[in-house]
């Protein structure tokens, strides 16, 4: 049975005219077209179309999933992927949540919030595991210390630094500005002095950042970041050049 291109958008909340835009960028196809022009979709649409909808909220521009899609044929293979960062950031959100409520009933008690537990899911916990088993124990602890004891507004300042520099990489990315170009790599420089300010990384050694690099590409968590993977790929060859030049 297929869905009318109304029904699609009562259904997924996207607008007719973003699906006709789909249709018309190769992104999402109908699967026939019947009176009057009206598109209409079948099963492996609407997959197709939840897939798009899933790297979106990854943070993937359109090209970007293009080419997660053309890259990825098995439809059962990419949702469990999905499937896996869904819990991911299920787990996240319950943690935040938690937190949130924790904050909630202290005020409403009258008491002062704990502040070591304000702040659990919104910080790199999430990455503890990794952190661990690629730089050891002790860096997640001096990282984590570190975090730790920053103040509510150096929080603030620093997740700022970072979301503002990740904005700066994906306009330099869609801009089409080449790896090796001034512009590239005053970026690359910001990214590793960002790096060496994290206590527990091993900052700004030519091994660590380029294998950074190399780890936003293959790993979409990361790569969302940047706007997928080309995105991430642009990041990695930049900075390459950079640890090349200057570590």
Do not use: C
């Not at 098995?74 to 999905?82: G, I, P, R, W, Y």
């Not at 996240?92 to 537990?117: D, F, H, K, W």
């Not at 700066?168 to 170009?181: H, L």
């Amino acid at each position: 049975m297929d869905r009318s291109i109304q029904e699609v958008a009562r259904m997924t909340g996207v607008t007719s005219r973003t699906l006709r835009h789909y249709d018309d960028i190769g992104l999402v196809s109908p699967s026939r077209v019947g009176a009057g022009g009206i598109r209409f979709y079948d099963a492996d649409a609407l997959v197709r179309l939840q897939r798009v909808l899933l790297l979106r909220e990854l943070g993937l521009g359109l090209p970007a999933i293009a080419g997660v899609l053309e890259g990825q044929t098995d439809d059962v293979h990419a949702l469990l992927a999905h499937r896996e960062w869904l819990q991911q950031e299920q787990e996240r959100l319950a943690r935040q949540i938690a937190s949130v409520e924790s904050t909630i009933e202290a005020l409403e008690g009258g008491e002062e919030p704990m502040a070591e537990n304000m702040f659990d899911g919104f910080d790199h916990t999430q990455y503890k595991d990794e952190v661990e088993e690629r730089w050891g124990k002790d860096a997640y602890a001096k990282s984590d210390a570190w975090w730790r004891g920053m103040s509510d507004s150096e929080k603030k300042e620093w997740q700022g630094r970072v979301s503002q520099l990740s904005a700066d990489w994906v306009a330099a990315a869609e801009f089409g500005v080449a790896p090796e170009s001034a512009e590239a790599q005053e970026l690359a420089r910001r990214h590793v002095e960002w790096l060496s300010g994290i206590p527990g990384t091993p900052g700004a050694s030519k091994e660590y950042v380029v294998g950074l690099g190399e780890m936003y590409v293959a790993d979409p968590r990361f790569g969302a970041n940047y706007g997928g993977v080309e995105g991430a790929t642009f990041v990695r060859d930049a900075l390459a050049v950079y640890a090349e030049a200057h570590l």
